[in-house]
Antibody
Framework: QVQLQASGPGLVKPSQTLSLTCTVSGGSMNSGSYYWSWIRQPAGKGLEWIGRFHKFGSTNYNPSLKSRVTISLDMSRNQFFVNLTSVTAADTAVYYC???????????WGQGTLVTVSS | SYVLTQPPSVSVAPGKTARITCGGNNIGRISVHWCQQKPGQAPVLVMYYDSDRPSGIPERFSGSNSGNTATLTISNVEVGDEADYYCQVWDTTTDQPVFGGGTQLTVL
């Protein structure tokens, strides 16, 4: 079964860029037809979808974050990434990487990583 | 954008049936998916396409969707079912998934 693990700096300064990596194991990102996604969750709050990337190049982003977000893939390394620019304290959250089925639902979640935005 | 409304909390005694609702405008016309999130853990898919269970999810979990309400039903509730439950749909107007606010299930 595919497993996903998010990783990256736990602390980012305001106005800087948040960069996270998701490493996929137990299967190739190139097999099947899936979207590779990022979702975040502020402490004590609900889930907020950030965006997704399909191996054939199509992307979707949350309109509220679209101007600051980029998601990319490196299938040779079985990894995908998210960059979020100009961060503020409001971007502090646990960030999850996930696999989305073509039925538009998440069928596999990774373990999240906490990112705190603070000076 | 499409709005999903869930009750903040539901309480149930062990062995009883819990029903967690997810309200949305004509939600019965679209597919609803549910995930379970236990404290400190990543969410796990427990229901997709309204009423399909992923492998490994007990038959005690079932789903329905009609009119303006989708429902996740957990029969014979166990203490281990305590978690937050989120419904999710795909919003075709904004091309993104939308999550409900989540329901905390407490097993008394």
């Amino acid at each position: 079964q595919v497993q996903l693990q998010a990783s990256g700096p736990g602390l980012v300064k305001p106005s800087q860029t948040l960069s996270l990596t998701c490493t996929v194991s137990g299967g190739s990102m190139n097999s099947g037809s899936y979207y590779w996604s990022w979702i975040r969750q502020p402490a004590g709050k609900g889930l907020e979808w950030i965006g997704r990337f399909h191996k054939f190049g199509s992307t979707n982003y949350n309109p509220s974050l679209k101007s600051r977000v980029t998601i990319s893939l490196d299938m040779s390394r079985n990894q995908f990434f998210v960059n979020l620019t100009s961060v503020t304290a409001a971007d502090t959250a646990v960030y999850y990487c996930a696999r989305e089925n073509t039925g538009n639902y998440v069928d596999q979640w990774g373990q999240g990583t906490l990112v705190t935005v603070s000076s | 954008s499409y709005v999903l409304t869930q009750p903040p909390s539901v309480s149930v005694a062990p062995g009883k049936t819990a029903r967690i609702t997810c309200g949305g405008n004509n939600i019965g016309r679209i597919s609803v998916h549910w995930c379970q999130q236990k404290p400190g853990q990543a969410p796990v898919l427990v229901m997709y396409y309204d009423s399909d269970r992923p492998s490994g999810i007990p038959e005690r979990f079932s789903g329905s969707n009609s009119g303006n309400t989708a429902t996740l039903t957990i029969s014979n509730v166990e203490v281990g079912d305590e978690a937050d439950y989120y419904c999710q749909v795909w919003d075709t107007t904004t091309d993104q998934p939308v999550f409900g606010g989540g329901t905390q299930l407490t097993v008394l």
